[in-house]
């Protein structure tokens, strides 16, 4: 009897087991899920720190309006710290134990190392804290996308600006020496050639230079009108921005994505004064239309950085990506969702950015230009919506 009872007992256990096997296997299907190789701590934990909130964010507000066609989002962080390794640990980490469709990737060099593996997988598409003008290759990278202008066209959209604002201006650049600092120059001296703009100067540094009385004598002599600073977060540009003053030069200074954040340029102190750049998005506290940065504001009434915004907008187009796939009746591979996001077309963010969006190859190539204002302590926009065709 015992016996019976115990093979009774077993046998329900292990109906419950295969059960409780199948249960999450099922649920699954019914689950849109984003990885994460996130920079929470290390050297761009405060790029990362925002990433994470925004995509969270984004997460939520979805699911709290009931999913998307029956599927609710799920996001899988995990903390990368900037490390090649510790995120390619963390992307295997995460994609053996979750169907994942979408991942963020936290740097160039992740993007780079990671990519034989999506190809192979063929099962999610991937964006990240990259800008990288290499990414921008669907040949290369077919299941990649940059959720704004990569590096070369950020120059692109600076370099319009000047051409339009001051015809036939002479401009610096000036970078460091990295992989990072180097991406657009090459390319982006024919561009502003092109553009009738002369080429005053170019810089390299190291990417923390503190001394920079050398190449200050070089700008000197060469009397720019504009100076585009890139590779840089926020050190040697208030160096630089200094010494210039003090030297009475009138050279206008910009800067690219990673510097434009609004507490990086207030702390160049009054050096920031009139500090210029592109930026793809519109800042949290931009007063124009945007319902989107109204829900963003009402969920956080506290500054969000633009890594917060570029996070929220990554997670809005792999949303939207997975909408039009499902919609499509299609099953979600990268093919497919790649497919998907490349059909984006005049497409509304709800204001993140102040034009409809087109999604060719792998970049969003759109910005505006925003001018540092000290006294307010905010950026404000310099320039109507700039696209790059």
């Known amino acids: 009897m015992k016996t019976t009872k115990l093979k009774r007992w077993l046998a329900t256990a292990a109906a419950a087991a295969g059960l409780a096997a199948i249960a999450p296997a099922h649920a699954v299907d019914k689950e849109i899920v984003i990885g994460g190789s996130i920079p929470m701590s290390g050297v761009f934990a405060f790029a990362g720190i925002g990433i994470h909130a925004g995509i969270q964010d984004y997460v939520k507000m979805v699911n709290d309006a009931g999913g998307v066609d029956g599927y609710k989002l799920r996001y899988v962080p995990e903390d990368s710290a900037y490390k090649v390794d510790v995120s390619v640990a963390a992307f295997k980490k995460i994609t053996s134990q979750n169907a994942v469709n979408f991942y963020y ?21 991937m964006s990240g804290a990259s800008f990288a003008t290499e990414l921008n290759d669907p040949q290369k990278y077919p299941y990649q996308f940059i959720a704004g202008p990569d590096y070369t066209e950020m120059f692109g959209i600076l370099l319009r600006h000047i051409a339009k604002e001051k015809p036939g201006a002479k401009v610096a650049f000036i970078y460091s020496d990295t992989e990072f600092g180097r991406d657009p120059i090459e390319s982006s001296r024919a561009a502003a050639e092109k553009l009738g703009l002369k080429m005053a100067v170019e810089i390299m540094t190291p990417p923390g230079a503190v001394d920079v009385s050398t190449e200050i004598a070089k700008l ?20 630089f921005i200094g010494q210039a003053r003090k030297l009475g030069m009138d050279t206008k200074f910009m800067g ?9 340029v207030m702390k160049m102190g009054e050096a920031a004064e ?25 969920m956080r009434p506290e500054y969000q950085s633009v890594p917060y915004i570029q996070g929220f907008l990554s997670a809005m187009l792999y949303t939207e990506s997975a909408r039009r796939t499902l919609a499509a009746g299609k099953p979600m591979t990268a093919a497919n969702l790649k497919a998907a996001l490349n059909s984006i077309e005049n497409f509304d963010t709800g204001g993140l950015i102040g034009t409809p969006i087109t999604i060719r190859g792998n970049s969003i190539p759109v910005g505006r230009i925003y001018r540092a204002d000290v006294k307010a302590g905010r950026m404000v926009p310099a320039s109507d919506w700039i696209v790059l065709e």
Do not use: Q
């Open 220 to 239: 000197r002599r060469a009397r720019p009108d504009y100076t585009i600073f890139h590779g840089y977060i926020l050190g040697p540009i208030p160096e």
């Open 274 to 298: 009139g500090f210029m750049g592109v930026m793809p998005y519109r800042y949290y506290y931009d007063t124009e239309a945007a319902p989107m940065l109204e829900k963003i504001r009402t």
């Open 256 to 264: 690219t994505f990673w510097t434009m954040d609004n507490s990086t």
């Open 105 to 125: 990737g936290d740097s160039t060099a992740f993007s780079k190392t990671i990519n034989p593996e999506l190809d192979r997988a063929g099962s999610m598409i």
